[in-house]
């Protein structure tokens, strides 16, 4: 992840594992990998080794919008999901719905991140970003979250990169 510019764009310490990022269409996030919008437009299933009893904390973010030269938008969130139990992700509480990746035409490559962060303990919040909705996803910074709920490291990680495809459209359709 450090030759990819995440550390320092994002992050300062690199993950301590990879983190099994599987699309329904059949595609994995390969730490830089080139997937489509198309390829990667319903909720992944995430895994990492995680310990028993431990609560995480999941969030995929882009930190190239709108584009890697110009990130004036970074980071745009597309998923966090909080007090995750071992890596159950669908146990876990949905802070924002999953989106899939919408880069913009002709604005080259964008990095989707994803990061696991092992929680000191539950987190309360009533915080719900709609699939629907951009409101509370853009600018958003990971390291507030680093520091707001004391992480150390992200205990696991992994990205891909996609530009726009003919789905793009769609995905943006739907959020508003």
Do not use: C
């Given at each position: 992840?450090?030759?990819?510019?995440?550390?320092?764009?994002?992050?300062?310490?690199?993950?301590?594992?990879?983190?099994?990022?599987?699309?329904?269409?059949?595609?994995?996030?390969?730490?830089?990998?080139?997937?489509?919008?198309?390829?990667?437009?319903?909720?992944?299933?995430?895994s990492?080794?995680?310990?028993?009893?431990?609560?995480?904390?999941?969030?995929?973010?882009?930190?190239?919008?709108?584009?890697?030269?110009?990130?004036?938008?970074?980071?745009?969130l597309?998923?966090?999901?909080i007090?995750?139990?071992?890596n159950?992700?669908?146990?876990?509480?949905v802070l924002?719905?999953?989106?899939?990746?919408?880069p913009?035409?002709?604005?080259g490559?964008?990095?989707?991140?994803?990061?696991?962060?092992?929680?000191?303990g539950?987190?309360?919040?009533?915080?719900?970003?709609?699939?629907?909705?951009l409101?509370?996803?853009?600018?958003?910074?990971?390291?507030?979250?680093?520091?707001?709920?004391?992480?150390?490291?992200?205990?696991?990680?992994?990205?891909?990169?996609?530009q726009y495809?003919d789905?793009?459209?769609?995905?943006?359709?739907?959020?508003?």
């Open positions: 992840m450090d030759t990819s510019g995440i550390i320092p764009d994002i992050i300062d310490e690199k993950p301590k594992a990879r983190a099994t990022v599987s699309y329904p269409s059949g595609v994995q996030a390969e730490l830089g990998n080139e997937l489509t919008p198309t390829q990667v437009k319903d909720q992944p299933t995430v990492w080794e995680a310990e028993a009893g431990a609560l995480y904390t999941l969030m995929l973010v882009d930190p190239d919008a709108p584009s890697r030269a110009d990130p004036k938008m970074r980071e745009v597309h998923w966090a999901v007090n995750i139990p071992g159950k992700v669908s146990e876990g509480q924002a719905e999953f989106v899939g990746s919408g913009g035409e002709g604005t490559l964008h990095r989707y991140v994803f990061l696991v962060f092992k929680q000191n539950k987190i309360t919040s009533d915080k719900f970003i709609s699939k629907t909705t409101e509370g996803r853009l600018n958003v910074k990971i390291r507030d979250y680093i520091l707001k709920h004391s992480f150390s490291a992200p205990v696991a990680g992994n990205f891909y990169q996609a495809d789905y793009v459209p769609t995905i943006r359709a739907q959020v508003k």
